[in-house]
């Protein structure tokens, strides 16, 4: 079984500053996805970042990067020059393999952007 | 494109009672996911479908049922609703060429 955990579940930054969150993951498939969404009151969930476990190169988008440490199955997510439209729920899911593309979640973060 | 597109967007039911959450996509994926989300916690797979006629339980299947006669719709049926399928429904659909999943809009379900 595949599982996902995200152990902050409030994190708070001031406008302008970095954050970074934290999701750590296991599984047993050799080829899967990770995925970072934010989720805004809306209930909206919109993707923010993706990264493929075979590519070594760390994805980067924009505001947004990751940290992807394999071995550790550590996948983290930096917010540089945080906006207030950054305040969100925030979720790592893990996917890919021979799942189907079905998605795994953990329990979110909490980001709140203050000005 | 209008994507997934989820209705309704909310519904109060009693105990005991029945419905049909409604689920489109217009991107011609073959798969197809319920998801649901309950208050501050994240999704949890009810079922998927990996094309039409094919479907298959996820992590939290009880109490719920799905059909997938054409490729774009994927209804999920809620049969003698409990308090306890109080929570926000999401449609999603990938394609295994695409990048990620897209999700609908949400449907929040209240049964009192």
């Known amino acids: 079984a595949q599982t996902v955990t995200q152990s902050q579940p409030e994190m708070s930054v001031q406008e302008a500053e970095t954050v970074t969150l934290s999701c750590t993951y296991d599984t047993s498939e050799n080829n899967y996805y990770l995925f970072w969404y934010k989720q805004p009151p809306s209930r909206q969930m919109i993707l923010v970042i993706r990264?493929?476990?075979?590519?070594?190169q760390n994805a980067t988008e924009n505001r947004f990067s990751v940290n992807f440490q394999k071995a550790a199955k550590s996948f983290s997510l930096k917010i540089s020059d945080s906006q207030l439209g950054d305040t969100a729920m925030y979720f790592c899911p893990l996917g890919g393999g021979t799942s189907y593309g079905k998605l795994t979640f953990g329990q979110g973060t909490i980001l709140t952007v203050h000005p | 494109n209008a994507g997934v597109t989820q209705t309704p967007k909310f519904r109060i039911l009693k105990i005991g009672q029945s419905m049909t959450l409604q689920c489109t996509q217009d991107m011609n994926h073959n798969y197809m996911y319920w998801y649901r989300q309950d208050p501050g916690m994240g999704l949890k797979l009810i079922y998927y479908?990996?094309?039409?006629?094919?479907?298959d339980k996820g992590e939290v299947p009880n109490g719920y049922n799905v059909s997938r006669s054409t490729t774009e719709d994927f209804p999920l049926r809620l049969e003698l609703a409990a308090p306890s399928q109080t929570s926000v429904y999401f449609c999603?659909?990938?394609?295994?060429?695409?990048?990620?999943?897209?999700f609908g809009p949400g449907t929040r379900l209240l049964v009192l």
């Open positions: 479908s990996v094309g039409a006629g094919i479907t």
């Open positions: 990264q493929e476990a075979y590519k070594q």
């Open positions: 999603a659909s990938w394609s295994p060429l695409g990048e990620t999943q897209y």
